[in-house]
């Protein structure tokens, strides 16, 4: 199993003066899902090098078994510190691409040419894409060949409204996520805010939150056997 995990290079919490990148349990816990049953995983960002981590994802009440092992994990740490150039990975490569979220792919993610094309791309060889929380706002662009969206007429999840609001960004993001896929066409839903939640609609599966990213890589783990 050859997994191409995709983070944010992008680390600017819009206008606030504050720092933001991706979720780290987002990451941790499906990276080591799906490593602890022996896939081969590569991580790329749209700028290579290192890709940076919300600091309120790495805050105490945040962790969990997973951040923990992250943080205890100097070769993985080494990787995010190094990453890919996104441009340079080729969809043929891989069995499956997973998008772990964090607001920072509000802002790059979003808008990479690269990025939609690969998406298109493991879409229409029919592999498994994977996105988390923040992380399905990458598929806002993505067409299917007829040039609809992707996400039209499918069953999508992602961070609701309901939560944006009650970590005070709603007036901060480019993009409400809820909003984007209903405006797209897609059939969302959400559980309750913060619990585990995840859908899946053939190739493509979606989830609500953090604590919803080791549901994601169980069915990622299912599709791909």
């Known amino acids: 199993m050859n997994i191409l995990f995709v983070l944010t290079s992008h680390d600017k919490l819009g206008n606030t003066g504050k720092k933001t990148g991706f979720w780290v349990e987002e990451f941790a816990t499906p990276y080591y899902t799906l490593l602890d049953k022996g896939a081969t995983i ?49 969809a043929d490569d891989f069995d499956a691409v997973f998008y772990p ?38 598929l806002r662009d993505v067409k299917n060949a007829d040039g609809t969206a992707l996400v ?28 984007m896929l209903i405006e797209n066409g897609a059939f969302y839903s959400n559980g309750d805010d913060w619990a585990p939640y ?7 599966i979606t989830g609500q939150n953090p604590a919803s990213s080791e549901l994601v890589a169980e069915k990622l783990l299912v599709s791909l056997k």
């Open 101 to 138: 979220g964090g607001h920072g792919p509000l802002w790059d993610l979003t808008n990479d040419k690269v990025s939609v094309a690969l998406i298109e791309k493991f879409d229409r060889q029919e592999k498994p894409i994977a996105f988390v929380c923040h992380a399905p706002a990458v």
């Open 42 to 90: 590569t991580i790329a960002t749209p700028k290579g090098g290192a890709a940076p981590i919300d600091p309120s994802s790495d805050a105490p009440d945040a962790a969990t078994a997973s951040t923990d092992r992250y943080n205890n994990d100097e070769a993985t740490k080494s990787l995010i510190a190094n990453t890919k150039v996104l441009a340079d990975m080729n």
């Open 152 to 179: 039209k007429g499918k069953k999508v999840t992602g961070f609701s409204n309901k939560e944006e609001a009650a970590v005070g960004l709603t007036e901060i993001v480019p993009l409400l996520l809820e909003d």
């Open 198 to 204: 995840s859908v899946q609609d053939g190739n493509l």
